[in-house]
Each structure stands twice: as structure tokens, then as C-alpha cells.
């Protein structure tokens, strides 16, 4: 890869706890911890890709979406650079589902102060940034 790509994370927030999915079989960050998030499409708003990547990814709606930090991703060992755009974003109802398996084995909900290790590059340094998603 030549040139760094765009990703957005979204940080769904529900009652004090934020939705992970365990990753797997993807191009990189395999066997880690990730929040809900893909690439950036053209002519596509940081918040509407976090609409729509939830809906595919858990089948969540999500509401009250607001921009967050970013953080800047060099996957070294992949040969892959990202900047990494978080979304916060509400989701007061539903259970979410693994509708890619391909990609993720489940979804679970964890407090901000105890998210489970290992961690996707682009979660792991937001999380040591000191950055806390409100409501968490």
C-alpha cells in the first residue's frame, strides 16, 4: 500500500458500555478486540459510514452520532497505514448479531475502564490516549 487509508471506528455507547467484536480472518489486526468500523467511502461523512457500518457489521441502529478523536495506525508487519476517524454513537435498543462471521465471532459490551485484551491497533491507542466516550 502506498498511500494511508481512512477507517472509521465507532464507539457504541449503552448504558456506560461500549460494543467490541473479536476479529478474525481479516487482512490485519486478526485475534484482537475492535469496535464496530470500516473504510471510509467516497464522498461519504464520518458519520454516515458509522451508520452504516454498524448496520452491516451488528444490525444496530444508532443514534446521537458525534465525532471523536483520531489516532494515526502504522501496521508495520501488513505494510498497511491508516488514520483512524472515531465516532461515538448511541444504540438504546436491540441485541447485536454477527452478520459477517467471516470477519468478527461475536459482539460484547464492556465498561471503558476494563475493555479486554488484546486490542485492535486503532481501539488500543485511543484507549491509552486517555480519551473517555461520554456516557462511559
Known amino acids: ?3 494511508p487509508r481512512i477507517g472509521v471506528g465507532v ?3 449503552r448504558e456506560g458500555r461500549v460494543l467490541l467484536g473479536w476479529r478474525h480472518s481479516a487482512s490485519h489486526g486478526d485475534g484482537s478486540w475492535q469496535c464496530p468500523g470500516g473504510h471510509l467511502e467516497w464522498m461519504e461523512s464520518p458519520e454516515a459510514c ?3 457500518e454498524v448496520a452491516e457489521e451488528t444490525g444496530l441502529a444508532v443514534t446521537a452520532v458525534a465525532r471523536a478523536p483520531w489516532t494515526d495506525d502504522r501496521f ?6 491508516y488514520v483512524t476517524v472515531f465516532v461515538v454513537a448511541a444504540s438504546p435498543e436491540g441485541t447485536p448479531v454477527v452478520r459477517e462471521p467471516d470477519k468478527c465471532a461475536t459482539w460484547q ?4 475502564d ?3 485484551a488484546p486490542r485492535f491497533l486503532p ?3 485511543l484507549h491509552a490516549s486517555g480519551y473517555r466516550p461520554p456516557g462511559c
Open 50 to 52: 458509522a451508520v452504516r
Open 76 to 81: 508495520v508487519a501488513e505494510d498497511r497505514h
Open 11 to 13: 464507539l457504541v455507547v
Open 123 to 125: 481501539l488500543a491507542r
Open 1 to 3: 500500500m502506498t498511500t
Open 109 to 112: 459490551w464492556f465498561a471503558w
Open 114 to 116: 476494563d475493555l479486554p
